[in-house]
């Protein structure tokens, strides 16, 4: 039945509530005459003029102040405003009617009592409708809301309307609200949470604490985690106030409130040095880490934006962002097709649009394929480098600013051999002098990257599970796409040339653990010996070919501090310019013959400390043996770990 009322179509709707109003407001009239005089008799012998003026200055005002526009079940103070307003209209018509047409005055007293009347009538009629037609709700799926500020109350309004979700409960750290009533809804401590869960059959807990900070956030997280309820939670502050997103949009818990660490507000000095007003060239910029790069920098007003990216899609998908995102100001954007490889239509693009400042973000960086594809690999990661920045060094670019990742570092594979080469490569330019100044940035994994595990986990999640994890013991740095592009922009501002900046990436977090904790914030259980009908399984896949159990940031231990706390300057070793140059030529060579294996071993020449293909112990205990082995030169290391591998009965590589 409710159902067929909420369906009718709304001029009906407004045509049943002008026609309560039309009945109500002269009923109101005479039963304060009935009231005012004890008898039935003195209302129904008052003038009709007097109803008429009342009914048609109420039902006026009602239609001026929007009042029949309000959807009934979203019913608030601006609706009562339009309800007042007509009343009062309505008891001033009925006295200057009764003043001038009718034969008797009639008394203040008498219209108070109209007024009062009407307004109870009117206005509880609105309500009951509301809470009649909400009844409709009370099948639906019970929620909590964690949070009973203003953000809250908005939610728990909006949700109760017709989300399919039911309010039943706030949560609230706040002592003096506890006890206390939120239209209806009551306020609990955030120890009750069990015990509401188990008697309300909660199955949700949204969060609706947009200003809390991450830190705070987390502490929240962990309260409730465990309670075998789904976590969800609305947009924070800024996109709400910026109309970017709506109080009542729910999302998933974004991982990075489960790291716990907030963000440390950036220097301005440092983010508008190599930015503001100046020509400013991204590579990949339709990639995770270079889209973002381009938001953060169209912010702070340089003077032209060059995206260069070699899908056709991204390139188009972060162009019309840019170009649709309030405000732009005068930056001009150019959206360019195109491979770092060809080196002359890099040069070309860096002369005619007179850059100064270059972000190279585009790299192939999944461990697996870049493993089994160790040609374009190279040519992707190493070459393509090496063209880039000789295009800047030719073009008299200020600023080159390499996105190194931490796999770098002591790396196993294919991918992290190519990023240190491409590191080397940097070093070596800048040691050949010149007006640019070259400088790399390195970080581990970025959260919500494309191919991370976190839209991996999600995904298998809704699908029923399991959820893969390579190995128990895996253990990575993580950092948001925004924070780690926040302070690359700030490292690059800071290079002296040669420079390898390390971003402080905070404790890092086991992947098992991040996995579980999925599962839990999801509403589910896992599945195991302790619970063999839990809902998702955790599989273990085993390392993928050339995976280390954990990352490091630093080869050595020569590091210093920076004007930020949380980037670092590493000092670390490089090839000379003259060996660096000459293993490229050999490189371009062995690439052009599709030679892989000849390839892999002009990497292991150029850097000491890659070993590829180690087992599992093997890889573990020579991680923890890097620090003697990075002070050795490259081919002095490469010695060091090929008679490691001889001692433990392992073939050279």
């Given at each position: 039945m409710?159902s067929?009322?909420r369906a009718l179509p709304?001029?009906?709707k407004?045509a049943?509530?002008l ?9 109101a ?8 005089f ?9 003038s009709?003029?007097?109803y008429l ?5 109420s039902?006026?005002?009602?239609f001026?102040?929007g009042?029949y526009?309000?959807?009934?079940r ?32 009639i ?17 509880s ?21 964690y949070g009973?500020g ?8 909006a ?7 039911r309010?039943?409960a706030?949560i ?11 239209d ?17 059959a909660?199955?949700r807990?949204?969060?609706?604490v947009?200003t809390?900070s ?11 985690e ?7 939670t609305i ?19 974004d991982v990075s ?10 220097n ?10 100046k020509?400013v060239?991204v ?8 889209s ?6 169209v ?12 899908s ?23 959206a360019l ?8 239509r ?8 007179g ?12 461990v697996?394929?870049v493993?089994?594809?160790?040609v374009?690999g190279?040519h ?10 000789e ?9 080159f600013?390499?996105?190194s990742t931490?796999?770098a ?6 991918m992290?051999a ?20 070259f400088?790399?940035v ?14 991996l ?10 959820v ?13 796409i925004p924070?780690a ?12 040339g040669?420079d ?8 890092p ?6 996995a ?13 010996e302790?619970?063999?009908?839990g809902?998702i ?20 231990n020569?590091v ?9 300057r590493a000092?670390?070793?490089s ?12 490189l ?9 294996e000849?390839?892999?071993a ?5 850097i ?8 599992l112990v ?8 890097a620090a ?7 081919r002095?290391a490469?010695?060091?770990?090929t ?9 050279p590589?």
């Amino acid at each position: 039945m409710l159902s067929r009322i909420r369906a009718l179509p709304r001029p009906l709707k407004r045509a049943v509530m002008l026609a309560a109003d039309t009945i109500t407001i002269p009923a109101a009239l005479w039963l304060a005459f009935v009231l005012k005089f004890d008898s039935l008799a003195d209302g129904l012998e008052s003038s009709p003029w007097v109803y008429l003026a009342a009914t048609a200055v109420s039902l006026f005002l009602f239609f001026m102040f929007g009042l029949y526009r309000s959807v009934v079940r979203y019913i608030g103070p601006q609706a009562m405003v339009a309800v007042v307003a007509g009343v009062v209209g309505s008891a001033i018509a009925v006295y200057f009617t009764g003043q001038t047409i009718t034969q008797t005055p009639i008394g203040l007293s008498t219209i108070a009592i109209y007024a009062l009347i009407a307004l109870v009538w009117v206005g509880s009629s609105r309500y009951l409708a509301r809470w009649v037609l909400l009844q409709g709700n009370d099948g639906n799926e019970s929620v909590a809301v964690y949070g009973a500020g203003e953000a809250g109350v908005r939610l728990a309004r909006a949700l109760n309307v017709g989300k399919g979700l039911r309010v039943v409960a706030f949560i609230d750290d706040k002592k003096v609200l506890r006890g206390s009533m939120i239209d209806g809804i009551s306020i609990f401590a955030p120890s009750r949470l069990p015990a509401l869960v188990e008697s309300h059959a909660i199955s949700r807990v949204l969060l609706a604490v947009p200003t809390a900070s991450r830190r705070r956030r987390a502490e929240i997280i962990r309260q409730i985690e465990g309670q075998g309820v789904m976590v969800q939670t609305i947009p924070n502050l800024a996109e709400i106030a910026s109309g970017n997103a709506q109080v009542d949009e729910l999302r998933e818990i974004d991982v990075s409130d489960l790291l716990g660490r907030d963000p440390v507000p950036p220097n301005l000095a440092l983010l508008d040095a190599c930015i503001r007003d100046k020509n400013v060239m991204v590579t990949g910029a339709g990639g995770s880490i270079g889209s973002e790069l381009c938001r953060q920098i169209v912010r702070l007003g340089p003077k032209r934006l060059v995206l260069f990216e070699n899908s056709e899609l991204a390139l188009y998908n972060i162009e019309r962002e840019l170009q649709l995102s309030p405000p732009r100001g005068s930056v001009e954007i150019v959206a360019l097709l195109g491979s770092a490889h060809h080196r002359q239509r890099a040069c070309e693009i860096m002369r005619t649009f007179g850059i100064q400042t270059v972000y190279h973000a585009a790299a192939y960086k999944h461990v697996p394929i870049v493993e089994h594809n160790v040609v374009e690999g190279l040519h992707n990661n190493v070459i393509a480098t090496w063209n880039l920045a000789e295009a800047a060094l030719e073009s008299e670019v200020e600023n080159f600013v390499l996105i190194s990742t931490d796999k770098a570092v002591n790396p196993t594979n294919v991918m992290g051999a190519t990023k240190r080469f491409a590191e080397m490569v940097l070093q070596g330019m800048s040691e050949r002098g010149g007006k640019t100044r070259f400088c790399m940035v390195r970080f581990g994994n970025v959260l919500e990257s494309s191919g991370s595990v976190v839209p991996l986990f999600r995904e298998q999640i809704r699908r029923g599970g399991p959820v893969t994890v390579t190995h128990r013991e895996v253990i990575r740095y993580f950092m948001t796409i925004p924070e780690a592009s926040q302070l690359v922009l700030q490292a690059g501002a800071m290079a002296r040339g040669g420079d390898v900046f390390v971003l402080d990436m905070g404790k890092p977090m086991r992947i098992d653990d991040l996995a579980r904790r999925m599962v839990r914030l999801s509403g589910l259980t896992i599945r195991g010996e302790d619970d063999p009908d839990g809902d998702i399984e955790i599989a273990y896949t085993g390392l993928r070919p050339a995976e280390k159990l954990f990352e490091e940031l630093l080869i050595g231990n020569n590091v210093s501090g920076t004007e930020h706390s949380m980037i670092l300057r590493a000092m670390e070793h490089s090839l000379p310019w003259s060996v660096t140059h000459r293993m490229l030529q050999d490189l371009l060579v062995v690439l052009s013959r599709f030679d892989a294996e000849a390839a892999r071993a002009i990497l292991q020449e150029a850097i000491g400390e890659y070993r590829p293909n180690g087992d599992l112990v093997d890889l573990v205990c020579r991680a923890r043996q890097a620090a003697t082995l990075v002070a050795s030169p490259p081919r002095e290391a490469v010695g060091k770990v090929t008679s490691l591998q001889a001692r433990r009965g392992g073939a050279p590589t």
